[in-house]
């Protein structure tokens, strides 16, 4: 695996890890910080009975508003703004023509480009009260991601990170969907290195200073096996058990990682208690 200084490497997707500097490090700050608060924007409206087609419709306008372009629209032949993902479907949901009901978990996954970086980010909430098994699951996921994230730093390797989110989901029971992983992004939006959610320590390419990445965990309460429905997008669990998700993007730094999406509202675990 070769690495490449971002402003030297060639435009778009390849196999070299670019390494970027300051105005990277702007850019991200500012494309994830409007991810976040387009989540953040969208927190009040996670109610029952809420349409799926109306967040998505008022997360376009949102990114509009602030200048900023909806990433997922037409990628891949992509339909829509938002993902959003409730109970078994695992990711790649499509919004429109349904609604939330209470008991619910729906998972947001927001992109979008700001002066050509990227942010994306994404977060699982409860709809009115839901069971305790899909609570359990949130707060779980949402740990994951942490535990991932704190093991970020310059020379730990990318199976450190997946082997923190493995071995803590497992350990509470959940398994760990492999079928989709975390991603470098920056002015590409999926490039290189894929970021699994479990792994060996030790194994896996370092991390150097300056990579962005994604890590995006997708937890169970069954099984990890996924099955693509015939919407060609939509990922659920094949045997039907829950499955929830949070997603950061985030840059190494000399010591650890700078998380460019955090929730400037502090709304990061939206099924939280309030305060926790
Ligand atoms: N935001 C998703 C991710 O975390 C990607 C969605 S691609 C789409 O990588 F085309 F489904 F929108
Ligand atoms: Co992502
Ligand atoms: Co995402």
């Known amino acids: 695996m070769t690495y490449i200084e971002a402003a030297e490497a060639p435009a778009g997707r390849s196999n070299m890890i670019k390494l970027h500097g300051?105005?990277?490090?702007?850019?991200?700050?500012?494309?994830g910080?409007?991810?976040?608060?387009?989540?953040?924007?969208?927190?009040?409206?996670?109610?029952?009975?809420?349409?799926?087609?109306?967040?998505?419709?008022?997360?376009?306008?949102?990114?509009?508003d602030h200048g900023a372009?909806?990433?997922?629209?037409?990628?891949?032949?992509?339909?829509?703004?938002?993902?959003?993902?409730?109970?078994?479907?695992?990711?790649?949901?499509?919004?429109?023509?349904?609604?939330?009901k209470e008991g619910d978990i729906a998972n947001i996954d927001v992109t979008l480009i700001l002066?050509?970086?990227?942010?994306d980010c994404s977060r699982t909430f409860a709809i009115?009260?839901?069971?305790?098994?899909?609570?359990r699951l949130i707060d779980i996921t949402y740990e994951a991601l942490q535990r991932g994230i704190a093991a970020v730093r310059p020379g730990a390797r990318?199976?450190?990170?997946?082997?923190?989110i493995q071995s803590y989901a497992e350990a509470e029971r959940c398994s760990v969907v492999r079928d989709f992983c975390g991603h470098g992004l920056g002015r590409v939006f999926h490039d290189a290195p894929n970021v699994l959610h479990y792994g060996r320590p030790g194994t896996g390419i370092e991390l150097r200073e300056g990579m962005f990445f994604t890590i995006e965990p997708m937890l169970n309460l069954g099984r990890p096996d996924v099955k693509i429905l015939s919407d060609g997008w939509t990922a659920v669990t094949r045997d039907r058990s829950?499955?929830?998700?949070?997603?950061?993007?985030l840059g190494v730094t000399a010591d650890?990682?700078?998380?460019?999406?955090?929730?400037p509202a502090g709304l990061d675990n939206p099924a939280a208690p309030a305060g926790a």
């Not at 829950?242 to 993007?249: G, I, K, R, V, Y």
Request: aromatic share 8%; net charge positive.
């Open 33 to 64: 910080r409007l991810a976040a608060q387009c989540l953040d924007m969208l927190c009040p409206y996670m109610k029952p009975g809420v349409d799926t087609g109306a967040l998505d419709d008022l997360a376009r306008e949102f990114m509009l």
């Open 69 to 100: 372009l909806p990433a997922c629209l037409y990628y891949r032949g992509y339909p829509k703004t938002l993902c959003i993902s409730s109970n078994h479907v695992v990711c790649h949901g499509i919004p429109g023509g349904k609604r939330l």
């Open 22 to 31: 300051p105005e990277g490090f702007e850019g991200m700050r500012k494309a």
């Open 128 to 135: 009115g009260k839901v069971k305790r098994r899909a609570r």
């Open 115 to 119: 002066d050509g970086w990227h942010g």
């Open 158 to 164: 990318l199976g450190d990170i997946g082997h923190a």
């Open 242 to 249: 829950l499955s929830a998700q949070f997603e950061h993007s």
């Open 256 to 263: 650890g990682a700078e998380v460019f999406t955090k929730s």
